[in-house]
């Protein structure tokens, strides 16, 4: 007798063992398999800082024919320069300007001191042959070697008007404080560009050539 209970009782101690080992998958896993299904561990984002931001009063629109004057009104783009905190033109910083323009996709990216119609630390993006209208539809943002960003995305307007179709935005390394550039920076890069006015005047049939290329494609 007691042989027959301790016989039952084994068996019972099976099953309960059995249907623990069967509901198991099913209780902590996802998809069948033995891996168990774990809460996901939170990722705190780190915090984005603008190393590089626009100088105030830009993007502006002005007329091309100081930087192309061979071109007259065939012509649509956006230049600017790269600076620090203490004015001085930088060079080898990428930009990027991406979006659309008249209903086609734009994925170019320059380099500054490419464009030295600009200043030491220009750079140029050519969109068009003639004045395109477009609201926030374009933006434009400086990245490192790793096209991680170091500004915050510009929005650019552009307009179909002979008068407006270059685009300038000027960036500089601002790190929060804009009033800076404002207060010390702006007479030294309006004589900068005064600079250029001058000897762009000078040139008669002066070419350049475009130094914007798409993204992840090669330079001229």
């Known amino acids: 007798m007691k042989s027959s209970r301790r016989v039952g009782i084994r068996a019972r101690i099976q099953l309960v063992f059995l249907l ?17 299904s774990l809460p996901p561990t939170p990722v705190t984002p ?7 931001s626009v100088v105030d009063g830009y993007p502006t629109a002005v007329s091309s024919v100081d930087y192309h ?5 065939q012509f649509l783009g956006i230049g600017g320069r790269v600076i620090d905190r203490t004015c001085t033109p930088k060079k080898d910083y990428e930009i990027q300007l991406t979006g659309s323009l008249d209903g086609s996709p734009i994925q170019m990216r320059a380099i500054s001191g490419k464009a030295p119609a600009y200043g030491v ?12 209208a ?19 995305p510009v929005s650019i307007n552009t307009y179909a008007d002979c008068s407006q179709n270059l685009i300038l935005v000027d960036f500089w390394q601002s790190e ?8 010390v920076c702006t007479a030294t890069m309006e004589a900068l560009y005064a600079q250029v006015d ?20 090669q330079e001229p």
């Open 20 to 36: 623990f080992a069967f509901l198991l998958p099913t209780l902590f896993c996802t998809d069948g398999n033995d891996a168990v």
């Open 46 to 52: 780190v915090p984005f800082k603008a190393v590089f």
């Open 69 to 73: 004057p061979d071109r007259g009104c």
């Open 121 to 132: 630390g220009g750079f140029e993006f050519i969109l068009a042959g003639e004045p395109i």
């Open 134 to 152: 477009s609201s926030a539809t374009l933006a434009i943002r400086i990245v490192d070697h790793n096209g991680m960003p170091l500004s915050s």
């Open 176 to 183: 929060g404080d804009s009033a800076f550039v404002k207060a």
């Open 198 to 217: 001058e000897t762009q005047t000078q040139v008669v049939g002066l070419t350049l050539t475009a130094t914007a290329v798409p993204i992840g494609g």
